[in-house]
């Protein structure tokens, strides 16, 4: 074992020039986006109070193949090509035959996958002459990576930060403001979807739909003067995402091996996609045939136990239509969950993905997902996020099934971030605080009787 290769980099030259953009090659094509108000499809000039024209442009784009800015390209170069690992250690510690390989995109300086979307954003709004950028975080990554690439690019930066993430992540806060943003607990009376919810519930924990309602707001409003961004979801968002997967598709071939399953984390579906769309477009054009498994918690399920139906992106109604597996615009999980990936719907691509039968998904609980992210630590070294632990935990599956059959199976984790900010879910699980409570069906049966009537 000790003269094995562990790690596969690549030079800078090999950044990839250009995103891939599915849309070119999906057997058919997404569902029309709806407006919110009349049901009638939207064109690019509904979006553009919230996004600059090229964005808006890639988002609807049928062109394969998107040139990446040079100004980007620069920026990239911070922390890209990110590195190929295999996972010796781990494969040992299994006792299987598969072989582990696992992408690495924590070590980006905003600590997981966003940043390689935020910087493009900021970039082709800086070009469009807009002063700043609204936003939502969660847990705080996207926070943390869109008050970056701001930062580089000179725009002002407002987060909403939902409210209980912002009192149990307080180092969060402090990073993304340390990068000149302005953190803003959600929900706010600053704004009027805010003070709506907060009328209804003084002590509202806040979620992503809200505190998404509020940067929306804000942006919408203030008369061109800021647009709003978004960490994932959009197509524009996957297909920035997927120079992951571009980079991987060399180290594998420089490890001498190809995957037969790519395992990867799913919130709204964006790093998922970003390591496994081009290898999708080997499986859709070159007759490759290697699984792809989306992995999501239980305690929030929305391809595994959500309708594929149209739904708001946020809250209070105030996003575009989009046909999506959802679990309903006013779904919360529950308060027992604590590793992330929360948002109640999934990015159109990967759910008419998972319709078209070439992408798999599995639910996988939080106790199973922990342990997953201690065995993968103490082998590998790294901590994991809570959310890339979904794919770990995925990956291990995979792993102990190849011991079972006796097969050598090559398996791609995207490991899509550190969990360096998430020690007090980490020190919940340690302390034996964390359980899988049932979560009854009546709750998702609920919260699926929103669901606008198209
Ligand atoms: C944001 C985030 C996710 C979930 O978002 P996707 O769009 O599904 O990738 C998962 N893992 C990490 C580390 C994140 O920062």
């Not at 074992?1 to 995103?19: G, Y």
């Not at 920035?240 to 984390?265: S, W």
Request: aromatic fraction near 8%; charge should be negative.
């Amino acid at each position: 074992m000790s003269d094995e290769t562990v790690r596969f980099d690549l030079p800078q030259t090999d950044i990839p020039h250009q995103w891939y953009n599915i849309q070119a090659d999906l057997p058919r094509p997404l569902p029309t986006v709806l407006h919110p108000g009349t049901h009638q499809p939207i064109g690019p000039d509904d979006l553009a109070p919230l996004f600059p024209m090229d964005l808006i442009m890639q988002e609807v784009s049928q062109d394969r193949y998107i040139d990446i800015p040079d100004e980007v390209r620069e920026i990239y170069k911070l922390w890209r090509p990110t590195p190929l690992l295999r996972a010796r250690r781990l494969e040992k510690a299994l006792d299987t035959p598969a072989h582990i390989y696992y992408k690495y995109e924590g070590i980006s300086p905003s600590g997981s996958h966003k940043l390689n979307t935020a910087v493009p954003q900021a970039y082709y709004n800086k070009k469009a002459g807009v002063q700043g950028l609204t936003t939502e975080t969660g847990a705080g990554q996207w926070g943390t990576a869109l008050s970056q690439a701001c930062n580089f690019f000179g725009l002002e930066c407002f987060v909403y930060m939902v409210k209980v993430s912002y009192q149990q992540k307080p180092y969060r806060a402090a990073m993304i403001r340390t990068f000149g943003a302005q953190v803003t607990a959600s929900p706010s009376d600053t704004t009027h979807a805010g003070r709506g919810i907060l009328a209804q519930d003084p002590n509202s924990p806040g979620s992503l739909g809200i505190a998404i309602s509020e940067a929306v707001e804000v942006a919408a409003t203030s008369g061109g003067k800021y647009k709003y961004a978004l960490g994932s979801v959009l197509n524009h968002v996957l297909t920035h995402q997927t120079v992951i997967g571009e980079e991987a598709l060399k180290q594998m071939d420089l490890a001498g091996e190809y995957p037969d399953v790519i395992v990867a984390p799913t919130g709204g579906g964006s790093n998922f996609a970003g390591i496994s769309l081009p290898f999708i477009r080997h499986n859709l054009k070159d007759g490759k045939r290697t699984r792809i498994l989306a992995v999501e918690p239980a305690a929030c399920p929305s391809l595994t136990k959500g309708v594929y139906a149209y739904d708001f992106g946020d809250t209070s109604g105030m996003t575009p239509l989009v046909k999506m597996h959802t679990l309903g615009h006013t779904f919360v999980p529950p308060p027992f969950h604590a590793g992330g990936l929360r948002y109640h719907g999934m990015a159109s691509i990967v759910c008419e993905l998972y319709d078209q039968g070439l992408i798999e998904a599995q639910a996988i609980p939080q106790l199973e997902t922990f342990a997953a992210a201690l065995t993968f630590a103490k082998a590998e070294g790294i901590v994991p996020a809570p959310e890339a632990a979904h794919g770990i935990a995925g990956a291990i599956r995979e792993a102990l099934a190849a011991k079972e059959s006796g097969e050598k199976r090559v398996i791609l984790i995207n490991l899509c971030g550190h969990g360096h900010f998430d020690m007090s879910a980490y020190t919940a699980y340690l302390d034996g605080n964390l359980n899988d409570l049932e979560y009854p069906d009546e709750v998702f049966q609920e919260a699926l009787t929103h669901l606008p009537q198209i």
